[in-house]
């Protein structure tokens, strides 16, 4: 794990510095003396050797010193912060669906294999992978949002609700400042987001959780489980399906990771402000100390999410035994 | 052994040992693809889309580039039958033409991933240790990012527009190649025919990619062909994003990106192109699916 962090921060650090664009020319404006330059070029250190600016990176970095942002002037880190709570609400939703509809639909398709709802959710399955979530966002868009009125159009709440931040989960917030208004419009909100950026793992999660049940089916204490007289509803659910879930976890977890690069895509076709949203402008602005705080946050939250899905598949499978 | 294979026998000039060669296994791979029903539907969109693209010219009513302010915002009719964009131009024509660029996005970032990750993988199965270590570190490294994001920094390196968001999805894409070839050569080196192939002399680089490399094309093929529809819609993204195609490029992904604005007065700009992408990604996952369940008998159903 550290080794991979490493990693990352060489890969930041190496990519910030041959990004074209000198940070002190950006800093400063087109109309810069030499001298000035000269001077901010000294200040932030670009004029030493690049293993002590590498260095330099990496220490005030695990202090949580980024740099300032060239478009609003504070600290890199700090808008990073303010982001993140979107996306992981965001992201947490999608999962969320993802599963709830995965997972059903793909031990029902086992379960009635070759049947037209086999055959139905398999072709949902197929066309859900291959739908780019940009296209998949507008087209919810449009349809719940502009032609239907259900539901809003981007955006986090309704107009005139004003919602305190604690933890910046917005829902989280409304429950415990206990202001039910606030938590419907945050709710209405994020359903076409979170569908849209649910739709790929919950494709995916439902072809895996539909070929691990087939293959469990098969198997021999499956057929003891049944022959001892247990009820089809307790096979199912003890017996197979919690042995189908161990491969489940797995692409969930695998799928949580990929929820980030979506989450840049959902977030700029729902215009929510996450750490997606701020990737893009920080980019587009050539707002690199933002960029590189985005960058090592998620590569930082992909690193513990695949421990994570480890330690769980440990815990679920006791045949697994890390040293 | 299936049907339609033979055998050839051919004497090493000057010893006693006899080479025996498969001939004849891609025609009989082909026939056994096209039982699959899924690997059928997905070679004729593909076959389609391709013509689609060679003719873009002669098929397209309109040309995709010229603008029209008297046919602005059209809803699609018999003379426009998906309607016209902000700029009155023909969404038809502009679709067919970017058929073009998402084949070349598709094949090209796929080319990009295979041939490095190809490489970087068999070089790391097979030389081991030191070796080893970085091609995984690396790997490991490059997939702890949101391939959104290195895919967004690449393009910010090169500097944005459609060849660079290929090299940059083609790059970010690397390290899947990397890990499948890597890890099917670690299985392979220790058979008797690498170690054949040793003994009477053969070069590392003979070795690796005269007898090992053919061993693990299967995997590959699968990984290549269902890679393409990926490839097409990162691509998209990063136009969609605006750091790939430019205007007023004729690109599905740039497309959408422009009908955003007017999705809830002109819900054609963005539906169509996008359809067009999920109708191509389609095909080749189909194909995919169907050369995996004929490559490798272990995930079918999968």
């Known amino acids: ?323 | 052994m299936a049907a339609g294979e033979e055998v050839v026998a051919k004497k090493v000039p000057g010893s006693r040992i006899e080479v025996v060669q498969r001939k004849g296994t891609a025609p009989s791979l082909f026939r056994r693809l096209l039982r699959s029903k899924s690997a059928i539907i997905g070679l004729v969109i593909i076959l389609g889309i391709t013509v689609v693209a060679i003719f873009a010219q002669q098929i397209a009513p309109y040309d995709p580039i010229k603008q029209s302010f008297i046919r602005q915002l059209r809803p699609p009719s018999a003379s426009y039958p998906l309607g016209t964009d902000e700029f009155g131009r023909d969404i038809l024509s502009r679709i067919i033409h970017g058929a073009r660029w998402a084949l070349l996005a598709g094949i090209l970032a796929d080319s990009i991933a295979l041939v490095l990750g190809v490489t970087i993988g068999l070089i790391g199965g097979y030389y081991g240790g030191r070796v080893d270590a970085f091609v995984v570190w690396l790997t490991d490294v490059m997939l702890a990012f949101p391939y959104l994001l290195l895919a967004m920094i690449v393009v910010a390196i090169f500097g944005p527009g459609i060849r660079n968001a290929m090299i940059a999805v083609g790059i970010v894409y690397m390290p899947q190649y990397a890990r499948l070839v890597r890890g099917t050569v670690l299985s392979l080196k220790e058979k008797e025919f690498v170690e054949a192939a040793r003994a009477i002399g053969a070069s590392s680089f003979r070795i690796m990619f005269r007898h090992i490399l053919p061993n693990c094309v299967a995997p590959i093929i699968v990984m290549a062909t269902l890679a393409v529809g990926w490839a097409i819609v990162q691509t998209a993204g990063l136009s969609f994003l605006g750091l790939g195609a430019q205007h007023p490029m004729p690109e599905w992904g740039a497309m959408l990106s422009g009908g955003r604005n007017y999705m809830l007065s002109a819900w054609w700009i963005a539906t169509f192109p996008g359809l067009a992408i999920v109708v191509t990604v389609i095909g080749f996952n189909l194909l995919g699916d169907g050369l995996r369940d004929v490559l490798d008998p272990y995930l079918r159903g999968r």
């Not at chain 1, 979107?86 to 509809?101: D, G, N, Q, Y």
């Not at chain 1, 695998?254 to 402008?281: H, K, N, W």
């Open chain 1, 1 to 323: 794990m550290i080794p991979v962090l490493i990693g990352v921060s060489i890969f930041v650090f190496v990519g910030m510095h041959i990004v074209p664009g000198d940070v002190a020319t950006l800093l400063l404006g087109d109309k810069a003396t030499p001298e000035s330059l000269a001077r901010l070029q000294h200040e932030l250190g670009l004029d030493q050797p690049v293993y002590v600016q590498y260095w330099r990176f990496i220490t005030k970095a695990l202090h949580g010193d980024f740099g300032i942002s060239l478009r609003t002037r504070q600290p890199a880190w700090r808008e990073v912060m303010w982001a993140l709570p979107m996306t992981i609400e965001l992201s947490i939703c999608a999962i969320i669906v993802a599963i709830a509809v995965g997972i059903p639909v793909g031990v029902l398709a086992a379960l009635r294999q070759y049947s037209f709802f086999d055959s139905l959710s398999m072709v949902a399955v197929l066309i859900g992978v291959s739908m780019p979530i940009f296209w998949t966002g507008l087209i919810l868009l449009m349809l719940f949002g502009g032609t239907l009125h259900w539901l809003p159009i981007g955006g986090i709440l309704d107009d005139g609700i004003i919602l305190r931040q604690i933890t910046g989960i917005h829902l989280l917030d409304a429950l415990i400042l206990g202001d039910l208004k606030a938590f419907n419009s945050a709710a209405r909100h994020l359903v076409l987001p979170s569908i849209a950026l649910g739709s790929i793992p919950m494709a995916t999660i439902a072809r895996m959780t539909r070929s691990a049940m087939l293959e469990i089916l098969r198997q021999d204490y499956v057929r003891t489980a049944r022959s001892k007289g247990l009820s089809e509803r307790l096979v199912i659910i003890r017996h197979a399906l919690r042995n189908a879930l161990i491969p489940v976890v797995t692409v969930i977890g695998l799928q949580l990771g990929l929820l980030l690069s979506g989450a840049v895509l959902t977030e700029t076709v729902f215009a929510l402000p996450g750490l997606g949203r701020l990737a893009i402008t920080s980019l587009l602005a050539r707002d690199y100390a933002v960029v590189q705080a985005v960058v090592i946050v998620s590569a930082l939250m992909i690193v513990v999410i695949n421990l994570a899905v480890d330690l769980l598949y440990a815990y679920l499978d006791p045949r697994i035994h890390y040293t």
